[in-house]
């Protein structure tokens, strides 16, 4: 079972029973599947136009949702540095896109977060929050 | 080179990663990161966050979007402060006033202590000055910024004030900001202005509320205090006693007519009538007055005689002035008590019916309150004891309005009249009889012919009966036995309203059946010292008792309209009256308090997402 741009497309259709089949779909996949497939969909996603921006907000929203639920520290880790590759790579400046973008860095803080609540290592927080700070480094003011 | 000094520096950015200076979606990221995962933000980022916040201003050249990055750049800092605050209440939680376990030592508490050494308070130093800089609140765009901006202050006041009170110089500069904001021209600001100078007044209300900012700020401050509450007239700006003031003028509504003929209602009403603007200042000022009495209500006094002068060239002033007043009594009382006589003696004129009936109203609200709040005006003498003539003499007349939201709430001072102070309505300071039983006769006479005489023809009358029967009730309460002689008068109007048909169910007749018999068995009560007058009342609780016992097997508790408990009180009430007599209808009753007594408490314990962690 995998997550797809038309699933993700299906999930906002004005269509009840189409979206009604979607959501089942999407509630069937395990959290930890949903995490890699909404993960590996971010990255395909190039923020150039209006129908990729609303995949990417949704993506981003579901996956927000399924990192909370998501209590394995190492699984959690491993999807800091796509996500951030996302999150800077999409840049284009417009409103839309820092919709987007604000979305997924609420999924990368909710990590940092969550990480910070679950693991029992010090360095562990510490390395999640580091990663992100360096990258953002730049874009912050430096 | 990283900015920030983590010590894992071991993450390269691509260079086509990197994106522009002050990017937004990235600065909320790091406030987010604060919220999240606030231990860790302090020990990473913190330390970092002063030089970011002046590359980021030096480097920028008033770009578009200039207000979003400042207002971007406050949510980091109020987000970063809030996490040092959390971080430092977790490690030490002896040393502010949250108390025991990790987790309630932080449980989304106000925060009461300025520490000037705390590193909130270094930030707010340090990095407020910078962003104050650079706000511009006169555009569209920057007014939605600098609303944002607020709300983060308010915020920060709230949980993590060192921030913005760490030192006088940065809470002057807050100060001067807010009050800047909150001075919109009234009549021109749309509803963005307004939402925003609220906003500002919010920020000033939570600050001045914040116990240390009161004891070691404001106290010992009175020039700030005085251009908080009076303002900068250098500068022509208003201070936040005449802004809430103004605000409260010109609450809206221009239909009075149709006001005046709308229906009572059972929920509890205000003066504002929907206005939630009005219906805020009123809230502020009074968290002003809590927060600097006697300053706030030298500022205040002044102004409400002024607004009372007016009479009759503007109800709105005239309201506004009685809403002042009100606002003091409920927030400073006992501060307020040397002026409660000329606040009485304005009330008991602007109660009469020849004033504008939004006036009249707004009087006979505050006469409620002065008789519940029944300050000390002379010599051990109370509001109710020196005006008590006089105020009952202007309920008389109000319970008798056209004006059924009139009519209604004069039944409900009459409430506050029997209950009020500090002593209840049965007791009277020396044992002698209640205050209000020389005027009982005309009390009831008015009710009978007034409210009572209504035919229940729909919701509004209802609710007028209903508050016109609670006032009967307390009366008796407060009565006792001198109630007897009126009994014949009252009782047969009572069992009337507790039998009125209700096959629609409505919500207000069922209140209305609920307040007869309840106000019916407290008249029982009152009376049973009086043999003759109890002889006639244990055939009237028969005759309730049938009608309880009839509603008690019908329904159920499941499904009946009436509350269970209002019933069984009345139960409870005859009962301790007829005594024996009440032995025929201890077999309906009983099984529905048993049941009662076993029932599960209607409340729910959910437990905290923290507690089910696995190392909880």
């Known amino acids: ?142 | 080179m990283s900015f920030f000094h983590a010590s894992h520096d071991w993450f390269i950015i691509p260079r086509e990663w990197q994106v522009a200076q002050g990017d937004i979606p990235s600065l909320r990221l790091l406030a987010a990161m604060a919220e999240r995962a606030p231990a860790v933000f302090t020990g990473t980022a913190v330390s970092s966050l002063e030089n970011l916040i002046r590359q980021v201003v030096a480097n920028s050249t008033t770009p578009n979007n200039g207000s979003t990055v400042v207002e971007a750049l406050m949510q980091v800092l109020v987000q970063a402060a809030i996490a040092t605050q959390q971080t430092s209440s977790n490690a030490n939680p002896t040393t502010n006033n949250n108390s025991g376990s990790l987790l309630s030592s932080w449980g989304g508490k106000p925060v009461e202590i300025i520490d000037p050494s705390s590193p909130a308070a270094a930030l707010g130093r340090a990095c407020l000055p910078l962003l104050l800089e650079r706000l511009d609140s006169s555009s569209n765009n920057n007014r939605k910024s600098m609303l944002a901006i607020l709300q983060q202050w308010t915020q920060a006041a709230t949980y993590c004030p060192s921030f913005l009170a760490g030192d006088k110089a940065t809470l002057e500069a807050v100060v001067y900001v807010c009050l800047a904001v909150a001075n919109t021209n009234n009549a021109v600001a749309d509803d963005e202005e307004v939402t925003t100078a609220l906003a500002a007044l919010e920020v000033l209300s939570s600050l001045c509320s914040v116990g240390d900012v009161k004891r070691k700020i404001l106290a010992v401050d009175p020039v700030l205090c005085q251009r908080i509450l009076a303002g900068i007239p250098e500068q022509r700006q208003e201070g936040v006693i005449a802004i809430t003031a103004n605000w409260m003028e010109q609450g809206v509504d221009d239909d009075v007519e149709a006001w005046a003929s709308e229906p009572a209602t059972l929920l509890e009403d205000d003066a504002w009538d929907g206005d939630d603007v009005a219906r805020y200042a009123e809230s502020l000022f009074q968290s002003f007055l809590r927060s600097m009495v006697t300053p706030a209500l030298a500022g205040a006094l002044p102004m409400v005689e002024n607004l009372l002068q007016q009479t009759f060239q503007d109800w709105r002033r005239t309201r506004a002035g009685l809403c002042l007043m009100e606002a003091c009594i409920v927030a400073a009382p006992v501060s307020f008590a040397p002026h409660v006589p000329i606040a009485m003696e304005a009330a008991l004129r602007l109660a009469s019916p020849e004033q504008p009936i939004r006036v009249q109203w707004q009087a006979l609200h505050m006469l409620g309150i002065m008789c519940e709040t029944d300050s000390v005006v002379g010599k051990e003498e109370t509001v109710r004891q020196r005006y008590g003539p006089r105020i009952l003499q202007v309920l008389s007349r109000a319970i008798l309005s056209p004006g059924p939201k009139v009519s209604a709430l004069g039944s409900l001072a009459i409430v506050s009249y029997c209950r009020g102070g500090a002593n209840s309505a049965k007791t009277s300071t020396n044992g002698d009889a209640h205050p209000v039983v020389q005027y009982l006769s005309d009390m009831l006479q008015a009710l009978v012919t007034g409210p009572l005489s209504l035919d229940v023809c729909d919701r509004g009358t209802a609710v007028v009966k209903v508050r016109a029967i609670g006032a009967v009730a307390c009366l008796a309460e407060a009565a006792e036995e001198a109630f007897a002689p009126f009994y014949s008068s009252i009782m047969p109007g009572l069992l009337a309203c507790a039998q009125v048909p209700n096959p629609n169910q409505n919500h207000e007749i069922t209140q209305l059946i609920g307040a007869a018999i309840e106000a019916a068995t407290i008249v029982g009560q009152a009376i049973e010292s009086d043999e003759t007058v109890r002889a006639q009342y244990v055939k009237d609780a028969v005759q309730i008792m049938q009608y309880i016992v009839s509603a008690l097997q019908q329904t159920g508790e499941a499904t009946t309209n009436m509350p269970l408990d209002q019933l069984l009180s009345a139960c409870a009430r005859i009962a301790s009256v007829l005594e024996g007599e009440f032995a025929p209808f201890v077999n309906v009753v009983l099984p529905q308090l048993l049941q009662r007594a076993c029932a599960p408490p209607d409340v729910s314990i959910s437990v905290s997402i923290f507690f089910r962690l696995p190392f909880w």
């Open chain 1, 1 to 142: 079972m995998t997550i797809t741009t038309d699933l993700l497309d299906a999930l906002l259709s004005p269509d009840a029973t189409r979206r009604g089949e979607a959501e089942r779909y999407f509630q069937n996949v395990l959290v930890l599947d949903r995490v890699a497939g909404l993960v590996s969909l971010i990255q395909q996603q190039n923020n150039t136009n209006a129908q990729q921006q609303t995949v990417l907000s949704l993506a981003a929203v579901l996956l927000r949702r399924d990192i909370l639920r998501l209590a394995d520290v190492q699984a959690l880790q491993s999807i800091v540095d796509p996500l951030l590759e996302s999150f800077l790579q999409t840049a284009n400046n417009d409103v839309a896109d820092q919709k987007t973008r604000t979305a997924m860095g609420h999924c990368l803080a909710e990590i940092c977060g969550t990480v910070a609540l679950l693991s029992p290592s010090p360095s562990d927080k510490e390395q999640v929050m580091a990663r992100i700070l360096n990258a953002i480094s730049n874009a912050v003011g430096c």
